[in-house]
């Protein structure tokens, strides 16, 4: 099958600069593609690069790019006989996948079923651990009551994290470290669960201290070829939201990274996983290494594995759900150099990360050798108050990790984004960071470090302001 073969026209369901990533492959394939948008991203960049475009709704999720009928609907008024969900959104909702087979478009991404067993993450569980992948201990499934939940902690030993069952990016998750903490966050994880994924259910994990957050990531074709397409480092977060990835893992062991490549195939066949997706673990400062959860879907932080692969992701989704057979092998994925990503948010970390909105006044993107930057800004974009704050992805690629870092500060020292409060001054210190260069990298760091990383930007914002006062003669 060639890419001329793939389909006749994609829907885009999503937007900001996934629904841009996603549009550019279909455009590298030859496959015309039209972006489903809300009424609040109406003159957004993808929008406006688009072969077609049809609002699916006003700016509320609920109405909009969470509303399954309206983009079934946009699917099958523009004659697309396929639909690429991006992340976040009804990227992981195996109903749509199921609507999507019921009304003969194709889902780029795994059948239903496999979305459903890996977005329960207490089947997920109990699918790796037939399969034999290391598990973190924890109970045996949702832990129905307090009773339950006390006898399940004793057992596993404290500290315990408490985790949706449904959840994800930190939402119905809380640590306690003995049985006063339990009995006060048990219900506060249900309910935060309950409000966030309809399905109040929670299971328990013995909490790490200090892990590292390792993922893998895996193609899989529909004729039995699955892949490890190297591994990521994550451990950079704050209130469980990654901040900043790296591809390879730094300070990774070789037989370490071939085990988890192992464990992540095995994961992945054992559940007949294929398209895109994603294996994440947890590394003890022993060189343990546990599985944590699968995303069925392309990560955020895909571009690294990119940079350092020279791999188009993205574009093999597509390639794999038309029904094409991996061409790729564990040869071809060898990782050449680093790559660094920053997320760049609209947030003000000086006033706790607190978000913020407003219009792109001017935006100045850097540029350079193996500079690259996934963003759907321009000069008068609006930024709306109704979706996730991440305003652009900075990914730089070096010979190895020392010229990462250097490029990255480069480049965000570069880069301008003026009328929206943003976080590249903060990842900017963040990156130069002496424990960051010494990849002294854990789910921690923002914990440990993060104080002494505000201290200096707000002294360089004090700065700032100091040589901007105004002159005499200006006055």
């Not at 030859?30 to 003159?43: H, I, L, M, N």
Request: charged residues 25%.
């Amino acid at each position: 099958m060639t890419d001329q073969a793939l389909f006749r026209k994609i829907l885009i369901a999503n937007r900001g600069e996934i629904a841009l990533r996603v549009l550019r492959a279909c455009h590298d394939l030859g496959v015309p593609a039209v972006v489903a948008y809300s009424d609040a991203d109406r003159e957004s960049l993808a929008v406006q690069l688009a072969d077609e475009a049809v609002c699916i709704g006003p700016a509320p999720v609920s109405k909009s790019y969470n509303n399954i009928p309206a983009i079934i609907s946009a699917a099958l008024v523009t004659g697309c006989d396929a639909l690429h969900p991006g992340y976040g959104f009804l990227a992981e909702n195996a109903y749509l996948a199921d609507i999507c087979q019921q009304v003969g478009v194709t889902f780029i991404g795994p059948r239903p079923e496999v979305i459903e067993r890996m977005g329960n993450k207490a089947e997920a569980r109990r699918v790796m651990r037939d399969a034999g992948v290391p598990l973190v201990p924890g109970s045996d499934g949702p832990v129905e009551n307090l009773g339950a939940a006390r006898q399940a902690a004793r057992k596993i030993g404290y500290p315990i994290v408490i985790k949706a069952v449904a959840g994800g990016g930190g939402r119905g998750m809380r640590v306690a470290r003995d049985d006063v903490e339990l009995t006060r966050l048990l219900p506060v994880a249900q309910s935060e669960a309950e409000s966030a994924f309809g399905d109040g259910a929670v299971y328990l994990e013995r909490y790490l201290d200090r892990p590292r957050h390792i993922e893998v990531q895996i193609l899989a074709d529909n004729h039995g070829a699955t892949l490890a397409v190297g591994d990521r480092d994550c451990s950079i977060q704050r209130r469980h939201q990654k901040l900043v990835e790296e591809a390879p893992a730094p300070n990774l062991p070789r037989r370490t990274r071939e085990n988890l490549f192992r464990a992540a195939i095995k994961g992945a066949k054992a559940v007949r996983y294929t398209n895109a997706g994603t294996l994440e673990f947890l590394l003890d400062r022993d060189g343990h290494f546990y599985f944590m959860e699968m995303n069925t879907r392309i990560q955020v932080e895909h571009p690294v594995t990119e940079l350092v692969t020279g791999i188009d992701l993205v574009a093999w989704q597509i390639r794999i759900a038309a029904g094409q057979r991996l061409t790729v092998s564990e040869r071809d994925v060898e990782p050449h150099g680093h790559a660094i990503e920053c997320r760049i948010t609209a947030e003000d970390a000086l006033a706790d990360f607190a978000p913020g909105v407003g219009t792109v006044g001017a935006y100045i993107a850097p540029g350079g050798p193996g500079v690259r930057i996934d963003s759907h800004l321009y000069a008068g974009y609006a930024v709306p108050p109704f979706y996730d704050s991440l305003l652009a992805k900075v990914i730089v690629w070096g010979r190895d990790r020392d010229e990462a870092i250097a490029r990255m500060e480069r480049t965000l020292t570069e880069m301008a984004i003026v009328g929206v409060p943003n976080t590249t001054a903060f990842q900017r210190r963040l990156i130069g960071d002496e424990a960051f260069r010494r990849a002294d990298v854990q789910t921690g760091f923002l914990i440990e470090h993060g104080d002494r990383i505000l201290a200096d930007l707000a002294a360089g914002a004090a700065a700032r302001t100091g040589e901007r006062e105004p002159r005499q003669d200006d006055r």
